[in-house]
């Protein structure tokens, strides 16, 4: 350990949006500048305890453990190194998070994508997998339950009991990613599935986001962790989404063997997070107190729900007739069906960028990159509101360009 005597920075003051001040005192600066434990600063660590406990109260049925990591990738990418010899199955929903398909690589799991409906893994279709994975050991199931990346699917309580029934029968860990769990547009009336023929009803939607102890959420569906009877989920949290990336925190919440090792895997290769990030975190928490934390979700919450509203409203105006669409249900994101196109690597990657449009082709989402997919995936989270009308109908006139591109290719093909 360094001298503490030698550190430059003495302390310092932050400022919340509520006009609320943090002060790290020079005591605490001295701790959040020193090394800490591979687990992470244990006083952020058992901050982090108390608020699952309070938000999932995971069944007592075995000890956990909590453990900081950078990010929620990092988690993921530590759990996937653990968990996966090369060869080893892995079954995930389809389309995915790309960011664990990179990770799947780079272990050369043998990779088993189940389709999604518009609640997340299909259970029949994960059984059937399973069945015809006689030759190689199914490690794991990856699911991104809440506001999915890329479609913006909710998976609902029994779709997740059933897929824990189903973990549980073949003896699966299951990986809940979920850093958009606050991020979730529960509504009265709810009419989760639209077309261009069912038309839009965007009427009374009232956010149904009380305080409700153990889940934070009235309605909202229990996390894979609230229903681990038997010690088999792997949750991943993250504050990128909630608070803020660039400071790199999240959490995983784990069977405590599972802890320890990736504890001794922190250990062995980047000592521990970063502490002040971690310091400055436990303080906003410690200054919102429980409620404070919650109202500040609620806020982040609204604030994209008003987003995605106004840009499915954009999206009705200019895409009807062009896309199918499914109504997000949390997260950040729009995932829409190209009608008339094969594949959207042209319209994402040439059409719309030279139009200033960024969207994102179907295609990075498929554990096989290069198979033809008809979808694109919208953000509404950073878009400035005011832009979203123009965005979408520029977005509209180059997926017209590319519908008659595929409509003449067809005509001279014949
Ligand atoms: C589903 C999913 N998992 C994990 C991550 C990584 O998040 P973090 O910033 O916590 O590493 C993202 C980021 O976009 C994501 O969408």
Known sequence: MPNPSTFPVLEATFTLKESHRI???????????????????????????????????????CERQVVVTVG?????????????????AVLFQEPTYPGLLALLDNVQAHLIPIRSDSQGVIPSLLRVALDQCTDRRAKFIYVNPSGSNPTGVLMR??????????????DLLIL???????????????VS???REAGLRMTNRRLKYRHHEPQLLQEVPPSFLSLDTEGRVLRFDSFSKTVAPGLRVGYVTVPKPI??????????????????PQVILREVLKTWG???????????????????????????????????WT?????????????????????????????????????????????????????????????????????AEAIREEQEEYRSCKTSST
């Open 72 to 88: 929620s990738e990092h988690g993921l990418s530590m759990a996937c190194g653990m968990l996966i010899n090369p060869g080893d």
């Open 193 to 195: 599935v639209r077309s």
């Open 290 to 324: 429980h409620e404070g934390y919650l109202q500040h979700m609620r806020a982040v919450c609204e604030l994209y729900r008003r987003q995605r509203d106004i840009m499915v409203e954009a999206v009705d105006r200019h895409l009807n007739n062009l896309c199918e």
């Open 327 to 395: 109504v997000p249900d949390g997260g950040f994101y729009i995932w829409l069906k190209v009608l008339g196109v094969k594949d959207t690597k042209t319209l994402a990657m040439k059409r719309g960028l030279e139009k200033g449009v960024l969207v994102v082709p179907g295609a990075g989402f498929l554990a096989d990159g290069n198979q033809p997919s008809p979808y694109i995936r919208l953000a509404y989270s950073v878009i400035n509101p005011d832009n979203m009308d123009k965005a979408i109908k520029l977005l």
């Open 176 to 190: 809940e990613d979920d850093p958009y769990h606050y991020i979730q547009f529960m509504e009265e009336n709810s």
């Open 157 to 170: 309580e029994a779709r997740r009991r059933e897929i824990y029934s189903i973990a549980s029968e073949y």
């Open 23 to 61: 002060n790290i005192t020079p005591q605490l600066m001295a701790q959040a500048l020193q090394y800490s434990l591979s687990s992470g600063f244990p006083p952020f660590v058992a901050q982090l305890e108390e608020l699952t406990e309070k938000i999932h109260a995971p069944p007592d049925v």
């Open 259 to 276: 802890g320890e090792k990736l504890v001794l895997d922190i250990l062995d290769n980047i000592l521990h997070a970063s502490v002040l």
